[in-house]
């Protein structure tokens, strides 16, 4: 059954969103703002003849490739994969660049316009909450620092964004190490 990219042009028509549909590439591309950032590129794709969906953000994340804590930033972004619902975060070695998607096969089934606004609702959504924290992150965190401290800061916000109460977890085996009398060395 599958769909094709007039279905969801005319899905986008009746939100009065703008978009240059590309049939070459089988792709949509539209830009959306969210509430925190600017305009950004949104591309919808279909593959296998229409049976197979693609809604993704792509270059979203510039700068990150070379980053001193690229390693804790991809982390913070699979966390988020495995808190939110159909959003995944993907990262091209070769190039750095990291894109949010949607994807799935539709096969024997099509797409309405309902399941579509949800993906593309979901994808503005978890996008436009993420990326600016993110970024300030990486802003906070100095290039190609050697400062131990500035790691360990960088490890405990990230640990507190993706897992919040861990951190009072880990104290508190601390302190009742501590009352055992016994004190942490490398070989722990």
Not at 128 to 154: F, Q
């Amino acid at each position: 059954m599958a769909i094709t990219l007039t279905q969801i042009a005319q899905y986008l028509d009746h939100h009065n969103l703008n978009y240059k549909l590309d049939a070459a590439y089988n792709q949509i591309i539209t830009g959306v703002t969210g509430d925190n950032l600017d305009r950004f590129v949104v591309v919808i794709q279909l593959d296998e003849e229409g049976e197979f969906f693609k809604l993704f953000a792509p270059d979203i994340l510039p700068g990150v490739q070379h980053h001193a804590y690229k390693e804790v930033i991809l982390q913070t972004l699979l966390g988020i994969s495995w808190e939110t619902k159909m959003l995944q975060w993907e990262y091209d070695a070769s190039d750095g660049e990291i894109r949010a998607i949607i994807e799935f096969p539709l096969e024997d089934g099509t797409l309405t316009e309902r399941q579509f606004y949800r993906c593309l609702t979901a994808l503005v959504e978890i996008v436009d909450t993420t990326i600016p924290k993110v970024k300030e992150i990486m802003m906070a965190v100095p290039e190609n620092s050697s400062d131990d401290l500035a790691v360990g800061e960088r490890l405990l916000l990230t640990i507190q964004n993706e897992a919040p109460g861990l951190l009072d977890l880990i104290a508190q085996a601390l302190e009742a190490r501590k009352r055992r009398g016994q004190t942490l060395t490398p070989e722990d």
